[in-house]
């Protein structure tokens, strides 16, 4: 019997630019429960955004559509043998890997404060460049080159 599903979250919009997406990436950047500290990285980062004459709400619902895997695959077993599947990202799981993949190359970087290495990696992706761009990349050639299989998807 199959489990059931879980109740979705209500997420509020933050404060400062009303968008619920941004609460969430909010919730991401936090490690530890350190949500102000979040809050100043992220609100942070937009502010650098801001400085560069570029609306950052916009530039950053962008540069998170740009970052969004379409397709991914997943492991199907099938007569003892394991295949590679392509299949669709639910929307949820989109924005999840998307917020992932940024911060993880923003992470990465080194040198500066987090703020900075965010705002440039958001600047980045809205122009299609960057880690994070690449990663989508990277999962979409994995679900192309794996296109035989996709009669297995269930």
Do not use: C
Not at 58 to 63: I, L, V
Not at 81 to 91: G, S
Not at 120 to 149: P, Q, V, Y
């Amino acid at each position: 019997m199959r489990r059931p599903l879980k109740k979705k979250r209500e997420w509020k919009a933050d404060p400062a630019y009303k968008s619920v997406t941004v609460t969430r990436f909010i919730n991401a950047v936090m490690w530890d429960g350190k949500k102000e500290t979040a809050r100043k990285v992220v609100y942070g980062a937009l502010d650098a955004i801001k400085a560069k004459e570029m609306d950052p709400l916009e530039t950053f619902e962008t540069a998170i559509r740009n970052i969004s895997p379409l397709m991914e695959v997943r492991s199907r077993r099938v007569g003892g043998a394991n295949y590679q599947v392509p299949r669709e990202v639910p929307q949820q799981r989109r924005l999840a890997l998307a917020f992932r993949w940024l911060i993880n190359s923003a992470r990465n970087k080194k040198g500066r404060p987090m703020q900075e290495k965010l705002a440039e990696e958001l600047l980045l992706a809205t122009k299609n460049e960057g880690e994070a761009i690449k990663k989508r990349d990277d999962m979409h050639r994995m679900a192309e080159s794996n296109k035989a299989f996709a009669h297995f998807a269930w």
